[in-house]
Structure formats: structure tokens, C-alpha cells
């Protein structure tokens, strides 16, 4: 069973960038080709697929976030990251990593991991 495990501050000031890591165990990100991804969920809305990250190091992002979002991984401690720049206290919300699956799909979720944009 593949686990993830969401890491990074919890609190980014507007303008800054957020960078979150996700740990995977029990599976590895370059196996298959399956897509490592990215979603958020704002309070009081829906979960927002963010982009993903595939086995062979493709990037897909949501356009909306495209110019501000970059995925990218460490083969060698099974990890994959999200950067976000220029956030604004819009980009809060709980942030989950999420895998292996195809686009928005998925077969494991991490806990997710709270994050406040505020001065």
C-alpha cells in the first residue's frame, strides 16, 4: 500500500513562494507511468486538482495556475514537490499530495497539510 505524507510551513506571507514536499513509501514515483499529483481545497469550496508530476518526469498543470505552479521530484528519496509563487491569502487551504493515478484520480491521498497566507 502506497502511503504519502505532505510536508512544509504552514504559514507563507502574501507574495512569497510555497513549497511543499510529499514523502512516498511503499511505491516508487519513476515506476509505471503514473501520474504523482497536487490538489487543494480551499475553505468552504471544493477540492482544485492542481497538476501533476509523471513517472518519467512530465509536468501537467490546471492553466489557471500554470504561470505561478512548478512540480518537480527527488528520484532519489522517492519525493515530489509543489511550488507555488506569488501566493495571495487566496492560495490558502489544506494542500494534498497524491498517488499513483491518472490526472485527478488517484489510489492513495495523503492527510494533507494546512497552509495560511497572511502577513
Known amino acids: 500500500q502506497v502511503q504519502l505524507q505532505e510536508s512544509g510551513p504552514g504559514l507563507v506571507k502574501p507574495s512569497q513562494t510555497l513549497s511543499l514536499t510529499c514523502t512516498v513509501s511503499g511505491g516508487s514515483i519513476t515506476t509505471h507511468d503514473y501520474f504523482w499529483s497536487w490538489s487543494r481545497q480551499p475553505p468552504g469550496k471544493g477540492l482544485e486538482w492542481m497538476g501533476a508530476?509523471?513517472?518519467?518526469?512530465?509536468?501537467y498543470y490546471i492553466p489557471s495556475l500554470q504561470s505561478r505552479t512548478s512540480i518537480s521530484r527527488d528520484t532519489s528519496k522517492n519525493q515530489f514537490t509543489l511550488q507555488l509563487s506569488s501566493v495571495t491569502p487566496e492560495d490558502t487551504g489544506v494542500y494534498y499530495c497524491?498517488?499513483?493515478?491518472?490526472?485527478?484520480?488517484?489510489?492513495?491521498w495523503g492527510q494533507g497539510t494546512q497552509v495560511t497566507v497572511s502577513s
Open positions: 497524491a498517488g499513483p493515478g491518472h490526472w485527478y484520480m488517484a489510489d492513495s
Open positions: 508530476i509523471t513517472a518519467i518526469g512530465s509536468t
